[in-house]
């Protein structure tokens, strides 16, 4: 179906819309790796990572590595081995979450 933002003006666009029905067990973070894993499976030849390292800026970062604040993500989604990496991440928001109870007022 055509776009329906003003920032692509009605053009066809080719992508997945998803819609949570219960904000309680959606987990956006698993679902956007097994996403981009699934994609890049099916469509090796046109799937690109945004960014990187290129000839002017040896040093450039990929966006998601950015935007996670390393590459395990990245590296998690082209092993198709996220598993461990969800292990992690949900192990480390425990601890967060623990750490931080003391000082919540409400």
């Given at each position: 179906?055509?776009?329906?933002?003003?920032?692509?003006?009605?053009?066809?666009?080719?992508?997945?819309?998803?819609?949570?029905?219960?904000?309680?067990?959606?987990?956006?973070?698993?679902?956007?790796?097994?996403?981009?894993?699934?994609?890049?499976?099916?469509?090796?030849?046109?799937?690109?990572?945004?960014?990187?390292?290129?000839?002017?800026?040896?040093?450039?970062?990929?966006?998601?590595?950015?935007?996670?604040?390393?590459?395990?993500?990245?590296q998690a989604v082209e092993t198709?081995?996220?598993?461990?990496?969800?292990?992690?991440?949900?192990?480390?928001?425990?601890?967060?979450?623990?750490?931080?109870?003391?000082?919540?007022?409400?």
């Amino acid at each position: 179906p055509p776009a329906t933002s003003a920032k692509y003006g009605g053009q066809a666009l080719r992508g997945v819309r998803l819609h949570a029905t219960d904000r309680a067990a959606y987990r956006p973070i698993p679902t956007a790796l097994a996403l981009m894993a699934e994609i890049r499976r099916t469509h090796p030849a046109e799937f690109r990572w945004v960014g990187g390292p290129t000839p002017r800026d040896a040093n450039g970062q990929f966006w998601l590595d950015r935007l996670t604040g390393d590459p395990a993500a990245r590296q998690a989604v082209e092993t198709g081995r996220f598993d461990a990496l969800l292990a992690d991440r949900e192990r480390e928001s425990r601890a967060f979450e623990a750490r931080r109870r003391p000082y919540l007022l409400y």
